[in-house]
């Protein structure tokens, strides 16, 4: 059986991408025995055939854009067909880090399940859901999934977004559920398998830069007339908050980042000169090699 695992990527989080392909070989007993392959955005032109038109995402249509920070999020889909529907992989993000043996996970039961993934629980005002960022797919069991096509359908308004992301079109007898510690989210302990850098303005790699993400909408609920009176006076009194990624609360992750980085620095895997242009071009923070030198030190 062929095993492999898939990271999605962009302009914008390759350097991410590189980092977390590192980290799968590394931190595996088995690393001859699966691929990796970086799923980047350029070679899917698919992806930029309907820039600009709108498409359903949950209660809001929203323009797609082609910059966007999470522009590679269909290319979850992918590798059933890109694997002719064989094998096995594991699919996951960009700003995912393996911690604990990935192999562990290609290798597991999946009791007879097509895909494992991870019930993110209700935080916020969002409701509990299936996280695909962190996927263990049996290929042959998910013939029916061909990302170029129902991204098509996304604007032609056949297919939500927000539902095919969550994993809602899938039946629920196919799907199995993983332990939180293969997409921890921003949570680090000696448990943690993958760790996830899920919350988009924490990424430890860009702290100060622009924040260059669509942000969600909120639903809109109703407050209380008094309560609206409130907010609209600490509105007028609060200093508006600059609109830049902020540093991450637990500064073991951003030291494990950029440990990473140091390591493949060093080995050769990622070139000095690459992260010159990422920082140029505001993809990760401008002091990315200080704090690698500092973790050095």
Not at 109 to 128: S, V
Not at 156 to 178: C, H, N, Q, R, S
Not at 189 to 201: D, V
Not at 250 to 279: A, N, Y
Request: aromatic share 12%; proline share 6%.
């Amino acid at each position: 059986m062929e095993y492999k695992v898939f990271i999605q990527s962009n302009e914008e989080q390759y350097l991410g991408a590189l980092i977390a392909a590192y980290a799968l070989k590394r931190n595996s007993r088995h690393a001859d025995k699966f691929g990796v392959e970086i799923m980047h955005v350029r070679d899917y032109p698919w992806l930029f055939s309907h820039v600009g038109e709108r498409f359903l995402r949950g209660a809001e249509h929203r323009v797609w854009e082609k910059e966007d920070l999470q522009s590679f999020t269909p290319l979850r889909f992918t590798p059933p067909k890109t694997m002719g529907y064989q094998g096995r992989a594991v699919v996951i993000d960009p700003d995912c880090f393996a911690l604990g043996d990935v192999w562990d996970l290609l290798t597991r039961d999946m009791q007879g399940k097509a895909l494992m993934c991870r019930w993110r629980p209700a935080f916020k005002d969002l409701e509990g859901y299936r996280a695909s960022s962190v996927m263990l797919l049996d290929n042959a069991k998910l013939t029916h999934w061909d990302a170029e096509r129902t991204f098509h359908e996304l604007f032609a308004f056949k297919t939500d977004y927000m539902k095919w992301i969550k994993l809602e079109y899938e039946p629920e007898e196919t799907v199995g559920f993983l332990e939180p510690e293969w997409n921890d989210f921003d949570k680090l302990t000696p448990a943690t398998k993958i760790l996830h850098n899920t919350y988009r303005r924490t990424q430890p790699w860009k702290t100060g830069l622009p924040v260059s993400f669509t942000v969600r909408l909120k639903p809109n609920k109703p407050k209380p007339f008094p309560a609206n009176i409130v907010k609209a006076v600490k509105n007028l009194v609060k200093e508006k908050k600059p609109d830049v990624y902020e540093p991450h609360p637990d500064p073991k992750q951003e030291q494990l980042f950029f440990s990473l980085l140091g390591e493949c620095l060093e080995k050769g895997i990622i070139d000095l000169d690459l992260v010159k242009r990422e920082m140029a071009a505001n993809h990760v923070r401008h002091d990315a090699l200080e704090q690698v030198q500092r973790r050095a030190a």
